[in-house]
């Protein structure tokens, strides 16, 4: 059975950076995607990072560029999600997910390309 698995969410201040990981069991990261998501209240969900594990391809959608990095440990099938400068409209729950293949640039933010979502941490961040 494949499980993912988030951990690191919290309450920050404006400013203020977290570490968000995302722990997978069940499956090998290579050749999956991984995949960070986010929704915030009231929104749907949007695509937020990803990381092809047998390419190394990183793409960022233009809200976190320059402010979240991801990082991929293979050996230990967990991926991060860097937070800093966070905002208050970077709020919402985070998912982690898998997709087998390599990520594209203008489809890695497609929710069905993703085989498998944890469930989720939440993130919150104060004014």
């Known amino acids: 059975e494949v499980q993912l698995v988030e951990s690191g969410g919290g309450l920050v201040q404006a400013g203020g950076s977290l570490r968000l990981a995302c722990a997978a069991s069940?499956?090998?990261?290579?050749?999956?995607?991984i995949g960070w998501f986010r929704q915030a209240p009231g929104k749907e969900r949007e695509g937020v990072s990803c990381i092809g594990s047998s390419d190394g391809s990183i793409y960022y959608a233009d809200s976190v560029k320059g402010r979240f990095t991801i990082s991929s440990d293979n050996a230990e099938n967990t991926v991060y999600l860097q937070m800093n400068s966070l905002k208050p409209e970077d709020t919402a729950v985070y998912y982690c997910?898998?997709?087998?293949?390599?990520?594209?640039?203008?489809?890695?933010?497609?929710?069905?390309?993703?085989?498998?979502w944890g469930q989720g941490t939440q993130v919150t961040v104060s004014s």
């Open positions: 997910a898998a997709g087998l293949g390599s990520p594209h640039i203008t489809t890695w933010v497609l929710e069905y390309d993703y085989d498998y």
């Open positions: 069940g499956l090998t990261f290579n050749p999956y995607t």
